[in-house]
T-cell receptor, first 114, second 117 residues
Framework: GAVVSQHPSWVICKSGTSVKIECRSLDFQATTMFWYRQFPKQSLMLMATSNEGSKATYEQGVEKDKFLINHASLTLSTLTVTSAHPEDSSFYICSVLLGGGEQFFGPGTRLTVL | AQTVTQSQPEMSVQEAETVTLSCTYDTSESDYYLFWYKQPPSRQMILVIR??????QNATENRFSVNFQKAAKSFSLKISDSQLGDAAMYFC??????????????FGTGTRLQVTL
């Protein structure tokens, strides 16, 4: 498997501000990472696929200018929620893609926008 | 597009008993992977078991086993000797049989499993 961390685990911010969430692969060099969003009592919805050294691939309906993804190294991908609003409040989860096609998930980040 | 359906929003099982969670999926692919993930209250997603579509033998991991019916596009999870720590949300997931960016997971809506004494 792979060990994946996320930071912060919980963040509260004011409406209109930007928030950065980090996803780190601690023991595996990840060419590909994924970002998911999970609303309470709902399933995981894929937001984007993050590829090291190239632009992320966003799912239909996800605003790429609002959810900025940077995958500058093989161990770090970041998700920045720009000009956050209360409707962006959610649980954000990243995962790392291993060579065999399996994904291992980070512990998630709870975002609360006031 | 592939879809994954979990028709049981909630299930309950007594400790030490056996429970089966249902999952059906729709795909036009012949080769793919199916997964069951567990999400406990901590919300950390944990891989429980995986099944390759080209394998006829059902996957087994200790107390967890699957009943994979490819023709019926059914993939149920059986938990034997249920323990309190099995209480969680369980998600069924599908992935095409490619690596790279095609390795996106499609998740079902989840089944919340309660384990009672």
């Amino acid at each position: 498997g792979a060990v994946v961390s996320q930071h912060p685990s919980w963040v509260i911010c004011k409406s209109g501000t930007s928030v950065k969430i980090e996803c780190r692969s601690l023991d595996f060099q990840a060419t590909t990472m994924f970002w998911y969003r999970q609303f309470p009592k709902q399933s995981l919805m894929l937001m984007a696929t993050s590829n090291e050294g190239s632009k992320a691939t966003y799912e239909q309906g996800v605003e790429k200018d609002k959810f900025l993804i940077n995958h500058a190294s093989l161990t770090l991908s970041t998700l920045t929620v720009t000009s956050a609003h209360p409707e962006d409040s959610s649980f954000y989860i990243c995962s790392v893609l291993l060579g065999g096609g399996e994904q291992f998930f980070g512990p998630g980040t709870r975002l609360t926008v006031l | 597009a592939q879809t994954v359906t979990q028709s049981q929003p909630e299930m309950s099982v007594q400790e030490a008993e056996t429970v089966t969670l249902s999952c059906t999926y729709d795909t036009s692919e012949s080769d793919y992977y199916l997964f069951w993930y567990k999400q406990p209250p901590s919300r950390q997603m944990i891989l429980v078991i995986r099944q390759e579509a080209y394998k006829q033998q059902n996957a087994t991991e200790n107390r967890f086993s699957v009943n994979f019916q490819k023709a019926a596009k059914s993939f149920s999870l059986k938990i034997s000797d249920s323990q309190l720590g099995d209480a969680a949300m369980y998600f069924c997931a599908y992935r095409r049989a490619f690596t790279g960016t095609a390795s996106k997971l499609t998740f079902g809506t989840g089944t919340r499993l309660q384990v009672t004494l």
